[in-house]
T-cell receptor, first 115, second 111 residues
Framework: GAGVSQSPRYKVAKRGQDVALRCDPI?????LFWYQQALGQGPEFLTY????????KSGLPSDRFFAERPEGSVSTLKIQRTQQEDSAVYLC?????????????FGNGTRLTVT | AQTVTQSQPEMSVQEAETVTLSCTYD???????LFWYKQPPSRQMILVIR??????QNATENRFSVNFQKAAKSFSLKISDSQLGDAAMYFC????????FGEGTQLTVNP
């Protein structure tokens, strides 16, 4: 596709449920990032992939959060046993470079609401 | 750790006027990149302008320009001839391996 695609666009989960958020990066982009954006705040880094390798997961807030990119293209962010504090917009971004200053291209995000 | 600070939570400007959004950052690195992103209600982050730290010349992109002061670690965005479509949340961001964002400035453009 022409841009980064995320699905679903909206997700409502009951507390304790597991959710899976999908990101389709721009074709050929090596780097993929996940960010969490709380209401009225700037995005916070969660994790970074270079191809299929997860090089940095220091931003994941707890062991309930898990991300994968098994074939170096599509990525899934999974949140287990969701809590209300997990409610946020989850943004995915991809880049053709590897820390070389190539701009990140963002998707429209998934708004997760945990009730 | 790198930090990015935007001290103006909200700004407003009259259509066709000029507005400047402030940003400061803290880093011990000498080689990095700085960006301004725009986020309209659609939530998509749109790249506005990019600056390489090793370049002294300020980046310009049509009506958007920056004032990059490396020693002061300041990176402000100037929007000239403001248009209604410029209304959005603006984020300053620092890149050195990972992208770190500021808190954002909500820009309102008044007709």
């Amino acid at each position: 596709g022409a841009g980064v695609s995320q699905s679903p666009r909206y997700k409502v989960a009951k507390r304790g449920q597991d959710v899976a958020l999908r990101c389709d990066p721009i074709s050929g982009h090596v780097s993929l990032f996940w960010y969490q954006q709380a209401l009225g705040q700037g995005p916070e880094f969660l994790t970074y992939f270079q191809n299929e390798a997860q090089l940095d997961k220091s931003g994941l807030p707890s062991d309930r959060f898990f991300a994968e990119r098994p074939e170096g293209s599509v990525s899934t962010l999974k949140i287990q046993r969701t809590q209300q504090e997990d409610s946020a917009v989850y943004l995915c971004a991809s880049s053709s470079g590897t820390g070389t200053g190539s701009p990140l291209h963002f998707g429209n995000g998934t708004r997760l609401t945990v009730t | 750790a790198q930090t990015v600070t935007q001290s103006q939570p909200e700004m407003s400007v009259q259509e066709a006027e000029t507005v400047t959004l402030s940003c400061t950052y803290d880093t011990s690195e000498s080689d990095y990149y700085l960006f301004w992103y725009k986020q309209p209600p659609s939530r998509q982050m749109i790249l506005v302008i990019r600056q390489e730290a090793y370049k002294q010349q300020n980046a310009t992109e049509n009506r958007f320009s920056v004032n990059f002061q490396k020693a002061a670690k300041s990176f402000s965005l100037k929007i000239s001839d403001s248009q209604l479509g410029d209304a959005a949340m603006y984020f300053c961001a620092y890149l050195n391996l990972r992208l770190t964002f500021g808190e954002g400035t909500q820009l309102t453009v008044n007709p």
